[in-house]
């Protein structure tokens, strides 16, 4: 099993530009999370979901868009990229219905300048 | 709301010494608690977690954690530093019943170094 997997791992835009990050799983989650990390800032979850089809807003949504057209992957889209978007992007993973851990990506470093 | 204090954004200890890394959460309901890992340019990995029961939970590579809901603290520890331990730590929690979307709420994170 591969776990969750990110692509791409890293990416520079220029402001302005729009990109989407790729988020895969093969555990059979249902529940898929999208997390920013700043340094002193620990982890923000953007967006998330609780199933194939259906997403919500985390504590940071502003400037991303999420989609979940299939179980198995999340995809995160920055429409048109700020500087302060620069980060690094976790994409997590659980079973629905208990309170399990959650099963981290290796994330992908993005910089806007 | 919940939430999680990690005191200390950066602890330094000596091969060999005592790791005490500190977290303390506010939760409305019995909450569940987790340390992750992250090493230099990796994702996050569960050392441990805490659901119900007993009280110290045991990790992996040495490293245990005891709730003490008196003092809402979940502090993790490990009796003898490896330089492999060098890596920033994150406590989270879930105090959400019947999990129904299983969020948790990250600290701040410690990152450890280890001097040998």
């Known amino acids: 099993n591969a776990g969750v997997t990110q692509t791409p791992k890293f990416r520079v835009l220029k402001t302005g530009q729009s990109m989407t990050l790729l988020c895969a799983q093969d555990m059979n989650h249902e529940y898929m999370y999208w997390y920013r990390q700043d340094p002193g800032m620990g982890l923000r979850l953007i967006h998330y979901s609780v199933g194939e089809g259906t997403t919500a807003k985390g504590e940071v949504p502003d400037g991303y868009n999420v989609s979940r057209l299939k179980k198995q992957n999340f995809l995160l889209g920055l429409e048109s990229a700020a500087p302060s978007q620069t980060s690094v992007y976790f994409c997590?993973?659980?079973?629905?219905?208990?309170?399990?851990?959650?099963?981290f990506g290796p994330g992908t470093r993005l910089t806007v300048t | 709301a919940q939430s999680v204090t990690q005191l200390g954004s950066h602890v330094s200890v000596s091969e060999g010494a005592l790791v005490l890394l500190r977290c303390n959460y506010s939760s409305s309901v019995p909450p569940y608690l987790f340390w992750y890992v992250q090493y230099p340019n990796q994702g996050l990995q569960l050392l441990l977690k805490?659901?119900?029961?007993?009280?110290l939970v045991k990790g992996i590579n040495g490293f245990e954690a005891e709730f003490k809901k008196s003092e809402t603290s979940f502090h993790l520890t490990k009796p003898s530093a490896h330089m492999s331990d060098a890596a920033e730590y994150f406590c989270?929690?879930?105090?959400?019943?019947?999990?129904?979307?299983?969020?948790?709420?990250f600290g701040t994170g410690t990152l450890l170094a280890v001097q040998p």
């Open positions: 997590a993973s659980t079973r629905a219905g208990r309170r399990d851990e959650q099963y």
């Open positions: 989270a929690v879930s105090d959400e019943p019947g999990g129904a979307t299983n969020k948790l709420i």
């Open positions: 805490y659901t119900t029961g007993a009280t």
